[in-house]
């Protein structure tokens, strides 16, 4: 075959392609297009592809590169309309778009949050200690949230600016009203802490009991370096026959030199919680002074009795200790708002 006449027959292929594919107007049509012109078996470009066989020696490079310049130039035509109507994976099908010869992606993996991690080895520690994990909700009545817990009608903590109520229709006028009891249900909160769970426990769980709850918890606290308005806790209750003060100190002081470094410097504050008595706060130090990680103490009588336990047999210590203040002071991170801005340039360097 003369090199003129292969010529003419490409040239006169990429016009007329050209002109179908400028007008082209449903996906349908183009997808039409797409195989009259590059399809794999009966394509027309792979019909005069056939006739380069028949073009002399000499004539073949031209011949060749022209051929491939109007592939690349239906190919152009198809992938423009393509993107003027919309559709994807055509420019796929005519070819493969992987280059094998390009350098690899790195795939961006992830890395474990601190807290995640913090929270993971919490559970291992206090395991080693016998305490079982168990889980209880974040949406809360105040019940469980303050009634059982000792938490009189009156008390601040109850307060509808201190605390995250739910709007539900039926709950918000008790609530407004500073009507929060069992009674007035069904009243629900973000949980403000998980002391919660050691009354769903106590209700439900038979004695003795060893068990910590890990989750997170919501106040309307103004974030600060070392506040946020969603953190973790990490509850603790142990109830047996002769629990004492001096144990609940001593699992307290093993926790933290197992997690913070057998150098940690911890100390007990006399405190009050109205769900213990004694209570105490418990501090580290950190950079020059003293950081609350957690309150702790003897389990109140009057909480034993809201759940139905005998405080002339059983006695108990309760502790709750603040996560992220905890993860914060073994990761060295000196902002609790750095854990949530999630920023993987920071988060990257804690990875494991
Ligand atoms: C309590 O929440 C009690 N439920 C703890 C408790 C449990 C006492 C059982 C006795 C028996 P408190 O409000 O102090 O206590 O909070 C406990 C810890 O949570 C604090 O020591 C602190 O580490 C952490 N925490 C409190 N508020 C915030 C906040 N806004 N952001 C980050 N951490 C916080």
Same mark, same amino acid.
């Given at each position: 075959?003369?090199?003129?006449?292969?010529?003419?027959?490409?040239?006169?292929?990429?016009?007329?392609?050209?002109?179908?594919?400028?007008?082209?107007?449903?996906?349908?049509?183009?997808?039409?297009?797409?195989?009259?012109?590059?399809?794999?078996?009966?394509?027309?470009?792979?019909?005069?592809?056939?006739?380069?066989?028949?073009?002399?020696?000499?004539?073949?490079?031209?011949?060749?590169?022209?051929?491939?310049?109007?592939?690349?130039?239906?190919?152009?035509?198809?992938?423009?309309?393509?993107?003027?109507?919309?559709?994807?994976?055509?420019?796929?099908?005519?070819?493969?778009?992987?280059?094998?010869?390009?350098?690899?992606?790195?795939?961006?993996?992830?890395?474990?949050?601190?807290?995640?991690?913090?929270?993971?080895?919490?559970?291992?520690?206090?395991?080693?200690?016998?305490?079982?994990?168990?889980?209880?909700?974040?949406?809360?009545?105040?019940?469980?949230?303050?009634?059982?817990?000792?938490?009189?009608?009156?008390?601040?903590?109850?307060?509808?600016?201190?605390?995250?109520?739910?709007?539900?229709?039926?709950?918000?006028?008790?609530?407004?009203?500073?009507?929060?009891?069992?009674?007035?249900?069904?009243?629900?909160?973000?949980?403000?802490?998980?002391?919660?769970?050691?009354?769903?426990?106590?209700?439900?769980?038979?004695?003795?009991?060893?068990?910590?709850?890990?989750?997170?918890?919501?106040?309307?606290?103004?974030?600060?370096?070392?506040?946020?308005?969603?953190?973790? +806790?990490?509850? /603790?209750?142990?109830?047996?026959?002769?629990?004492?003060? @001096?144990?609940?100190?001593? $699992?307290? #002081? *093993?926790?933290?030199?197992?997690?913070?470094?057998?150098?940690?410097?911890?100390?007990?504050?006399?405190?009050?919680?109205?769900?213990?008595?004694?209570?105490?706060?418990?501090?580290?130090?950190?950079?020059?002074?003293?950081?609350?990680?957690?309150?702790?103490?003897?389990?109140?009588?009057?909480?034993? +009795?809201?759940? /139905?336990?005998?405080?002339?047999?059983?006695?108990?210590? @309760?502790?709750?200790?603040? $996560?992220? #203040? *905890?993860?914060?002071?073994?990761?060295?991170?000196?902002?609790?708002?750095?854990?949530?801005?999630?920023?993987?340039?920071?988060?990257?360097?804690?990875?494991?």
């Amino acid at each position: 075959m003369a090199l003129d006449q292969f010529l003419t027959a490409l040239d006169s292929m990429l016009g007329e392609a050209r002109a179908c594919l400028e007008t082209v107007d449903s996906a349908e049509a183009l997808e039409q297009l797409r195989v009259k012109y590059t399809g794999a078996k009966s394509g027309a470009l792979k019909s005069v592809q056939k006739m380069l066989a028949g073009i002399e020696g000499k004539d073949k490079p031209a011949a060749g590169k022209r051929f491939n310049e109007v592939r690349d130039g239906i190919e152009e035509a198809l992938a423009q309309a393509a993107q003027r109507l919309g559709v994807s994976g055509v420019q796929e099908s005519i070819g493969p778009s992987f280059d094998p010869t390009l350098p690899g992606l790195r795939p961006n993996l992830g890395t474990i949050h601190p807290i995640t991690q913090s929270l993971e080895h919490l559970k291992e520690i206090m395991g080693r200690l016998g305490f079982n994990v168990t889980e209880g909700p974040e949406i809360e009545d105040p019940w469980h949230n303050f009634v059982a817990l000792n938490i009189p009608e009156d008390h601040p903590a109850r307060d509808p600016l201190d605390n995250f109520y739910l709007a539900t229709a039926k709950a918000s006028a008790p609530i407004l009203a500073g009507r929060t009891t069992q009674s007035a249900q069904p009243a629900r909160l973000l949980r403000s802490q998980t002391s919660t769970v050691q009354i769903r426990v106590m209700e439900t769980q038979p004695l003795p009991l060893r068990i910590i709850s890990l989750g997170r918890v919501y106040r309307p606290d103004a974030p600060d370096a070392t506040h946020f308005p969603m953190f973790h +806790q990490m509850e /603790g209750l142990w109830v047996d026959r002769n629990v004492t003060m @001096a144990q609940l100190k001593s $699992v307290l #002081r *093993l926790f933290a030199t197992s997690y913070l470094g057998g150098d940690v410097n911890i100390r007990f504050r006399p405190s009050f919680f109205p769900f213990t008595e004694p209570s105490v706060e418990v501090d580290y130090w950190w950079n020059g002074q003293w950081i609350e990680f957690g309150g702790a103490g003897m389990v109140d009588p009057n909480v034993f +009795q809201a759940v /139905g336990i005998d405080p002339e047999v059983w006695s108990g210590f @309760a502790f709750g200790l603040g $996560v992220e #203040r *905890l993860c914060m002071r073994r990761f060295g991170i000196t902002d609790i708002r750095d854990l949530y801005r999630s920023d993987v340039r920071f988060l990257r360097q804690f990875a494991t």
